[in-house]
């Protein structure tokens, strides 16, 4: 009994069209004994409305017919049929080549000559039913597709609108800026990061995830939160480094990475620093001399692959000259391919800083050699290139005070609290990161955030620099003296024993205004202060600028004891 029912429903309905009665009655027989339910008509009119009605799965038409010819009844049915395949086979007792052509020509899918052969016409039915069977079949295999695409898309407008608005573009419109940014499809495998630090500075990353599209873009949302983040809070470039290092080793499944390089420009853009792991060199051009003063090649892991105890984070600094030009590029431009899929390469890229081109015409004159060599051929990778120009007289105060604002704490209006540092707290912690987070959200305070950063910054710079460790500012007026200045820090910190520093800060809260009293004192030796004028003119040079910035911010500056103490009172009006 089931067997019959399927079978029912898997019976074919077979439309017979023919003037003459006998040829209908053997045609009918032929396929009802082979399965198939059978309908007739006698001229092309009569097949076009069975056609209409019962939508049969094959037909058989005969040419020559009163009323409507099979001509014109195929025409008329392929028409209605549309999309759906709807197989005819033409019967006929015409054997001329032109009239056989024209039954295809209107629609036709074969043809059988009288007198007919059980055989071939089941044959070709047979056929002809299971090609209408494929048809369908891909058909409604193509039409969910078409859904599930369409609903695709939607789902990755809406994400890329989210995505968008977490991995924003932050400060790459700073006019010292230019970059092209280039994805092969609507997700970037590439990440291209800026932000200005508290100081005024900016840091900058460049990431290149595993892979192209939605899956290499989603490790870039947890990267992009976490560098504005730790920027906002004064984070140097190795603790940024860390932290990203830190999350994608714990999200990321073994098989995919992060190439990346983060780097920090001073306030002045005279000092760069850098940390590189995977990416293709960075180029550092000298807008002087017109050539390449450095090429960095990578010398660590990609971030993601070992933990941050096998993390090397050694950094690059260097003392770049105004106008210097830095460029960071992901490999989508060496890999750029040309119509005969030979690579763009390291050679071409390097030659276009050869040609002594002034530094304002470098990165378009780039980005033209690429475009040149490349063609007509379409992008194979995701395509990244920046150029930050090493002069600060091209920004606006406006934008070097792009800080982004947080909602303030309840915290009270009057308090104090201390902190002692000794060695292992100099290198492990961002002390002046902390206490500007931690301050700022005072009701109030958030607006003057850069002004205790450079604050906290300088007086705990100096107490660790100049108390603690006993270096000389006036080392970064020698050639390359920020450089040694740097260095000669690294290895006092390593090779220190003891010493101190600790940080008291006092908060009180008037009526109309607010006070925020600072005191560092260090452990060092102190230095004879009576003669310290705190001169903004000292500003302009290479050592000592940090103390008279410090004095123009604040109500009151004073050394204290040995001079190996500072206080400083940083006083605001409150909102109305």
């Given at each position: ?9 898997l019976?074919?309905?077979a439309?017979v069209?023919d003037?003459?009665?006998?040829n209908?009655m053997?045609?009918e ?9 059978v309908?007739t ?8 409305q069975?056609y209409v ?7 058989l038409?005969?040419i ?5 010819d099979?001509?014109?009844a195929?025409?008329?049915i392929?028409?209605l ?5 709807v ?11 032109d ?6 020509r209107?629609g036709?899918d074969?043809f059988l000559?009288?007198p ?7 044959a070709k039915?047979?056929a002809?039913t ?15 597709i078409d859904i599930?695409?369409e609903?695709?898309?939607a789902?990755?407008k809406?994400?890329k ?5 977490v991995v924003?573009e932050?400060c790459l419109?700073?006019p010292?800026?230019k970059?092209i ?12 990061l800026?932000a200005c ?5 900016l840091?900058?990353l460049?990431?290149?995830a595993?892979?192209h599209?939605?899956p290499?873009?989603?490790g870039?949302?947890p990267?992009s939160?976490l560098?504005?983040?730790l ?14 290092n830190?999350?994608l ?5 073994p098989?995919?990475?992060f190439c ?5 420009f001073s306030?002045?853009?005279?000092l760069?620093?850098m940390w590189?792991?995977?990416l293709?060199?960075?180029?550092i ?6 050539k390449l ?7 660590n892991f990609?971030?993601g ?5 096998q993390l090397?984070t050694d950094v690059h600094?260097f003392?770049?000259?105004k ?5 960071l590029?992901?490999d989508?431009?060496?890999e750029?391919?040309n119509k005969e899929?030979?690579e763009f390469?390291?050679?071409r890229?390097?030659s276009?800083?050869?040609k002594?081109k002034?530094?304002d015409?470098l990165f378009d004159?780039?980005?033209?050699t690429?475009?040149d060599?490349r063609g007509?051929e379409?992008?194979?990778?995701d395509?990244?290139l920046?150029?930050i120009?090493?002069d600060v ?7 070097l005070e ?8 309840p915290?009270?209006?009057?308090w104090?609290?201390?902190m002692?540092l000794?060695?292992r707290?100099?290198i492990?912690?961002?002390?002046v990161?902390?206490?500007?987070k ?5 009701d109030?305070?958030?607006q ?5 950063f450079?604050v906290?910054?300088e007086?705990?710079n ?5 108390g603690v460790l ?16 740097i260095t000669l820090r690294q290895?006092?910190l390593?090779?220190?024993?003891d010493?101190?520093i600790?940080?008291s ?5 008037g009526?109309n205004?607010g ?8 452990s060092g030796?102190?230095f004879?202060?009576?003669?310290q004028?705190f001169?903004m ?5 290479n050592?000592g600028?940090g103390?008279?910035l ?7 500056l004073?050394y204290l ?6 206080r400083?009172t940083?006083?605001w009006?409150?909102s109305?």
């Amino acid at each position: 009994m089931g067997n019959s029912i399927e079978n029912d429903h898997l019976r074919k309905l077979a439309l017979v069209v023919d003037d003459d009665a006998v040829n209908r009655m053997i045609l009918e027989g032929m396929l009802s004994d082979s399965g198939y339910d059978v309908i007739t008509a006698e001229n092309g009119q009569q097949a076009i409305q069975q056609y209409v009605d019962h939508q049969p799965d094959v037909i058989l038409m005969d040419i020559m017919m009163p009323v409507m010819d099979g001509y014109q009844a195929t025409q008329q049915i392929k028409t209605l049929a549309g999309e759906r395949f709807v197989p005819i086979i033409f019967l006929t007792a015409v054997t001329d080549e032109d009239e056989l052509a024209r039954c295809v020509r209107v629609g036709g899918d074969d043809f059988l000559t009288k007198p007919y052969s059980k055989v071939i016409i089941m044959a070709k039915v047979e056929a002809m039913t299971r090609m209408s069977d494929l048809y369908a079949t891909t058909k409604r295999q193509r039409d969910e597709i078409d859904i599930h695409n369409e609903q695709m898309l939607a789902e990755q407008k809406v994400a890329k609108k989210i995505y968008s608005r977490v991995v924003h573009e932050g400060c790459l419109d700073t006019p010292n800026l230019k970059y092209i940014l280039s994805p092969l499809s609507i997700f970037n495998g590439d990440l291209l990061l800026a932000a200005c630090t508290p100081s005024g500075g900016l840091n900058i990353l460049l990431g290149d995830a595993t892979g192209h599209g939605l899956p290499a873009a989603i490790g870039a949302v947890p990267v992009s939160d976490l560098f504005y983040e730790l920027t906002e809070n004064g984070a140097t470039v190795d603790e940024i480094v860390l932290e990203i290092n830190s999350k994608l080793k714990n999200i990321l499944p073994p098989e995919f990475f992060f190439c990346a390089c983060v780097c920090n420009f001073s306030n002045d853009y005279r000092l760069f620093t850098m940390w590189h792991g995977g990416l293709p060199d960075v180029l550092i051009y000298s807008a002087e001399n017109k050539k390449l003063k450095h090429v960095v090649r990578s010398t660590n892991f990609p971030l993601g692959v070992v933990d941050n105890v096998q993390l090397k984070t050694d950094v690059h600094i260097f003392d770049l000259s105004k106008g210097d030009r830095v460029y960071l590029y992901s490999d989508g431009i060496t890999e750029a391919k040309n119509k005969e899929r030979e690579e763009f390469g390291e050679e071409r890229l390097l030659s276009c800083f050869e040609k002594g081109k002034s530094a304002d015409d470098l990165f378009d004159d780039i980005l033209e050699t690429v475009n040149d060599f490349r063609g007509d051929e379409e992008q194979s990778d995701d395509l990244t290139l920046l150029e930050i120009n090493a002069d600060v007289n091209v920004l606006n105060d406006e934008l070097l005070e792009k800080v982004v604002s947080t909602a303030t704490l309840p915290y009270p209006s009057n308090w104090n609290m201390n902190m002692m540092l000794n060695k292992r707290d100099f290198i492990e912690t961002n002390p002046v990161s902390i206490l500007t987070k931690f301050t700022t959200q005072v009701d109030g305070l958030m607006q003057h955030r850069e002004n205790i950063f450079i604050v906290l910054s300088e007086l705990y710079n100096n107490a660790l620099d100049h108390g603690v460790l006993g270096l000389d500012s006036k080392l970064k007026s020698e050639p390359d003296g920020f450089l040694t200045y740097i260095t000669l820090r690294q290895e006092r910190l390593t090779d220190l024993t003891d010493g101190h520093i600790v940080i008291s800060l006092e908060h009180k809260m008037g009526d109309n205004q607010g006070e925020l009293i600072i005191n560092i004192a260090d452990s060092g030796a102190g230095f004879d202060y009576g003669k310290q004028t705190f001169l903004m003119e000292n500003n302009m040079d290479n050592s000592g600028r940090g103390m008279p910035l410090v004095k123009s911010l604040c109500k009151e500056l004073e050394y204290l004891g040995e001079g190996n103490q500072v206080r400083a009172t940083y006083q605001w009006k409150k909102s109305s």
